[in-house]
């Protein structure tokens, strides 16, 4: 109802309505203080929880248990050709030295029985990490060594406390006389809980106390190479292009609007397109970092575009005016001015598309990097896989060590994607100039 | 274009816009921005070693003008120029044209200070450097010093050339942009309101500076300050709604001007 007879306010009943409607302005703010606080607290409430979920699996993977053997290394047995070759070293004794010591490490002769639980204890690996010893410390041949060697993964399990002593033998993955093997060494002090060799330097492996993430990370860093490569120069050159020199038309207005649509597109569509381009059509090989980075590259030009256009049209016209001012040319005053001042922008966004691009799996199965490869990759057409692909295959193993082995990769993901977004931040703070 | 029509054009402003020897001649200049017509029909003459300053409420079109004279419009695309404006008789806006040449001979001082964020010495040396003007690190030195002297801030900055040019006062600042600006030997500089960022001391040195620079260089300056017009000009020059309304020496137009709107303007009845 509105009041006919309203004739304005004085300014004392001016003074009591502002008061009057203190108390429920304050409220407001309040209550909308609360509700900020609130969200912010509970999205720190599920990182912390992520966090220790995942360290405290993931911690554990880092390590594993390991036992030390007194190896007697016999030249003629090892080394039968005398010549330190790959041929001769395999030709070698190698499985029966290791099996030997093994034997006297617990003073038995050793049957049958205990000589096939003892290789079963024992990482199928522990040969070949005797010739690797015997490759880099040839001077030791003739000599006694301690050495270690991985037990094997159900042992291993076991040791954890995975598998339960009082499960009845028969729903047991390890039998009576395995355990009190495993006692025994225990009592004489031989097994060790150490920092896990296999896990970095180890390649993929179908057993899981030698699978190592080294081909994957090795994978990664190459197919990064190559995102960067392409991504950096080329959407740092369309970005300059549509900000600084093309024409405001339609035309530029229908390329700006797919850029920011491509950036919306799920990554597995990139993988179908990389697919369907690189491998149907032009030929080139599966599984290798060459084709999944030209795809990651073609899945973060959108966000580097983005970004860069973002930092350039941060810099101030001003800047510009005086380049121009003094008769630099408008590639001078590009390549002079905007350019360096903007890079810190495109910079921060660049790594922040090699971040994403480091996590990204879908597009990459899609391409075959998920396939089983042992040998590490040493160039760009080399079949290899990538960290998350690596992670997304453990997780599908079956094996308990497995499962410390996935959420281990995790945290070394975590902990690279972590490093590159601090140094996006590092380098923004030491590049920024201010003015 | 004619002489006729020329002065059937300049008929319209008040007051002789030519001089005997001008360096840049501007004749029937009209601007506009899309549909918006900023200059209409502006003719005007500048000479050598002058100081003439363009006055005018804001929005009048002086900037625009300024702008002309060295083609910094053609950095906005809705910008279309029609008319001629010439630097020593040839026509800027001819199609064989080459900007860069002519901004260094037209230099100019914009409104805000605008140092690049480097070092005061590269501030000054880019120009030199881009245009490939001095043949050693010392004749470079050599520029350097004598264009941060001409803008009387050598002896302020010597001992500090790898400061960074933003770490400067205002009007440090300023005085640095213009040295730049003179570090390539311009003939011409225009200057943007030079003094609207500063306080009442540094613009009173960039005053000074603009009156010990005028023996060497012919300057034009466009200003909201009239005071600031008859301290440091020959010549001033009166725009209205992108009209040239009055030109004139400086003292006639301050003391007698012979327009209705020149009149109101300085006397302060609008603008």
Redesign the interface.
């Known amino acids: 109802m509105t009041d006919q007879n309203f004739k304005g306010l004085t300014p004392s009943e001016s003074a009591r309505l502002v008061k009057a409607s203190l108390k429920q302005r304050r409220t407001k703010e309040t209550r909308f203080k609360l509700i900020g606080i609130s969200a912010i607290g509970l999205a720190l409430l599920f990182l912390v929880v992520l966090f220790t979920g995942i360290l405290s699996k993931g911690f554990p993977g880092l390590f594993q248990y390991y036992i030390s053997f007194d190896v007697e290394l016999d030249a003629t047995r090892l080394d039968p050709k005398g010549d330190l070759s790959v041929e001769s070293l395999y030709g070698g004794d190698y499985e029966d030295i290791v099996l030997e010591a093994a034997l006297k490490s617990l003073d038995e002769k050793g049957d049958r029985k205990l000589k096939r639980t003892l290789r079963k204890m024992l990482s199928s690996g522990s040969g070949i990490r005797l010739i690797d010893y015997v490759t880099s410390h040839p001077e030791q041949l003739g000599t006694t060594q301690t050495l270690k060697f991985a037990l094997d993964d159900d042992i291993d399990s076991f040791m954890r406390g995975f598998i339960d002593r009082e499960t009845p033998e028969s729903d047991r993955r390890i039998d009576d006389f395995t355990i009190s093997i495993a006692d025994r060494w225990q009592e004489a002090g031989l097994i060790s809980y150490e920092l896990s060799d296999y896990l970095f330097f180890g390649s993929a492996s179908r057993d899981a106390e030698m699978a190592g993430i080294r081909g994957a990370l090795i994978g990664s860093l190459l197919t990064l190479a190559v995102c960067i490569g392409i991504a950096f120069p080329l959407g740092v050159a369309t970005a300059v292009y549509l900000e600084e020199i093309a ?2 038309n339609r035309l530029t207005e229908i390329i700006e609007i797919n850029i920011n649509n491509l950036a919306a597109v799920p990554s597995v569509v990139f993988g179908i397109m990389g697919l369907a381009i690189f491998i149907v059509a032009f030929g080139m090989p599966r599984s290798v970092p060459l084709v999944g980075g030209v795809v990651l590259a073609l899945m973060t030009l959108p966000t580097i575009i983005i970004s860069s256009r973002a930092a350039i049209r941060a810099v ?1 016209p ?12 408008k590639m ?1 005053t590009i390549f ?2 905007v350019i360096p ?1 903007a890079m810190p922008g495109m910079l921060t966004g660049s790594i922040i598309g090699m971040a994403q691009a480091l996590g990204e799996t879908a597009p990459l199965l899609m391409i075959g990097m998920v396939a089983f490869i042992v040998d590490v990759p040493t160039s760009m057409t080399d079949p290899g896989t990538v960290l998350p692909v690596q992670i997304f295959m453990w997780a599908d193993f079956a094996e308990r060590m497995f499962i410390q082995k996935t959420s281990a990769a995790i945290i070394i993901l975590l902990a690279f994607l972590i490093t590159m977004n601090a140094a996006a931040i590092i380098l923004r703070k030491k590049l920024e ?3 | 274009m004619s002489e006729i029509k020329a002065m059937s054009a300049a008929s319209k402003t008040v007051g002789n816009v030519f001089v005997d020897k001008p360096r840049m001649t501007a004749r029937d200049v009209n601007v506009f921005y899309d549909d918006k017509h900023a200059i209409d029909n502006v003719t005007i003459d500048i000479g050598e070693r002058e100081v003439i300053a363009f006055i005018g409420p804001s929005g009048c079109g002086k900037s625009t003008f300024l702008r002309c004279l ?1 083609r ?1 419009n053609d ?1 906005i ?1 809705s910008c279309r120029i029609e008319g001629s404006i010439s630097l020593d008789g040839e026509d800027i806006y001819a199609p064989n044209v080459d ?6 001979r037209v ?4 409104q ?1 200070p ?4 480097k070092s005061i010495y590269d501030n000054v040396a ?2 030199p450097r ?2 490939g003007l001095a043949k050693s690190r010392y004749e470079l030195d050599i520029i350097v010093q004598q264009s941060l002297e001409k803008a009387g801030l050598w002896t302020e900055v010597k001992d500090r050339l790898e400061a960074p040019g ?1 770490s400067l006062s205002g009007g440090q600042q300023q005085r640095l ?1 213009i040295a ?2 003179i ?2 030997s311009p003939e011409v500089i225009l200057m943007d309101e030079p003094c609207s960022a500063l306080d009442p001391i540094a613009t009173a040195k960039i005053e000074e500076l603009i009156a010990e620079l005028t023996e060497q260089y012919t300057i034009v300056i466009v200003t909201h300050s009239m005071q600031q017009a008859a301290r440091v000009s020959d010549r001033t020059a009166y725009f209205h709604m992108g009209k040239l309304i009055e030109v004139g020496k400086t003292e006639k137009i301050f003391t007698n001007p012979s327009h209705q709107l020149t009149q109101d303007y300085i006397t302060g009845r609008f603008g």
């Open positions: 024409p405001k101030p001003s800047i510009r005016d005086a380049a121009l001012g003094i008769g630099a040319s001078q002079h001015h001042l100039r201010r003015w | 060295n910094m950095t695309d900007v860069v040449p002519l901004r260094a230099g100019m001082v914009f805000k605008n140092p690049f964020p880019y120009g881009i245009h933003t942009c730049r600006t570090a390539v």
